[in-house]
């Protein structure tokens, strides 16, 4: 596999380029922040997507639970389901947030042709309150599939335990 990232950012120097140069690069650089932008309105789209799945199949066990005599083993397999659908949303994630990091890092090499840094500057701005003022979004977002993963190991542990008539709520 050949790697990628020593090859320059820029095919042409500015001088080689022309009058253009810079109006073109600060073209560039739109498009390229829309890009980044446009990766974070799919992450939150593929984000209410994967909770409304995580609900409903947090609601699928409770109607499976309470209105059918389900068998133990379909009950399991609710939550086995909803570890999955998790652990996939979680994938989805780690996905999103290594490409954004990888675009804001060209952001940044295009900002250091232009008169200002301020994507650059920003990401210094919140390495500096990290821990005190600010936690990165990325950092909560990744957590919520975890929750879920617990919920459903809770139902699993909840489901076993019930058939195994440690938790007798009828009496």
């Known amino acids: 596999m050949t790697k990628h990232s020593d090859k320059p950012l ?11 140069f810079n109006a073109h690069l600060l073209e560039q650089y739109k498009l390229y922040v829309q890009s980044a932008d446009n990766v974070s309105a799919r992450r939150g ?3 209410r997507y994967m909770l409304t799945l995580s609900v409903a199949i947090v609601a699928l066990y409770g109607v499976f639970y309470t209105n059918f005599d389900a068998d133990v083993s379909v009950l399991a397999l609710v939550p086995v389901v909803g570890i999955a659908v998790s652990l996939v949303w979680n994938a989805i994630i780690k996905s999103h947030v290594a490409l954004n990091e990888i675009k804001f ?8 042709h232009l008169p200002a840094s301020i994507y650059k ?17 990325s950092t909560i977002e990744a957590s919520v599939p975890w929750l879920f993963v617990a919920l459903h190991v809770a139902l699993t ?15």
């Open 10 to 20: 820029f095919n042409h120097e500015k001088e080689s380029y022309g009058d253009s």
């Open 45 to 47: 789209a593929s984000n």
């Open 105 to 112: 890092k060209i952001v940044h090499e295009l900002e250091d």
């Open 121 to 137: 500057h920003e990401r210094l701005l919140t390495e500096d309150g990290r821990g005190e003022t600010y936690l990165e979004v």
């Open 157 to 171: 542990a909840w489901i076993i335990g019930e058939d195994f008539g440690f938790f007798d709520l009828a009496g």
